[in-house]
């Protein structure tokens, strides 16, 4: 089993920067791709970024510019900075893991989720 830990969430002020961050622990072997969701009220879940275990990474077009994402191997632990955020960026931020086991099998694990604010 996976287990993820998030912190980083809070309330900011339009125009701000808030650094998100996921922490992989328990009976881990590989960790390919580490994404960010987030789902807003109302609104369903929706893909923010992904990055692979190489460093390749993706944005939605609606953070492209603004959002970096970066991780750390040996801490299997990813990063979301966040900077000129508007109030639409404000949802349940949630960090989903690819795990693949030595013996071949994969399981896809999300995090509890972190309240992120964006408001004046």
């Known amino acids: 089993q996976v287990q993820l830990v998030e912190s980083g969430g809070g309330l900011v002020q339009p125009g701000g920067s808030l650094r998100l961050s996921c922490a992989a622990s328990?009976?881990?072997?590989?960790?390919?791709?580490m994404a960010w969701h987030r789902q807003a009220p109302g609104k369903e879940r929706e893909l923010v970024a992904t990055?692979?275990?190489?460093?390749?990474?993706y944005y939605a077009d609606s953070v492209k510019g603004r959002f970096a994402l970066s991780r750390d191997n040996a801490k299997n632990t990813v990063y979301l900075q966040m900077n000129s955020l508007k109030p639409e960026d404000t949802a349940v931020y949630y960090c989903k893991v690819d795990h693949v086991t030595g013996a071949g099998y994969r399981g896809l694990y999300w995090g509890q989720g972190t309240q992120v604010t964006v408001s004046s």
């Open positions: 328990g009976s881990i072997f590989t960790i390919n791709n």
């Open positions: 990055i692979t275990r190489g460093g390749s990474t």
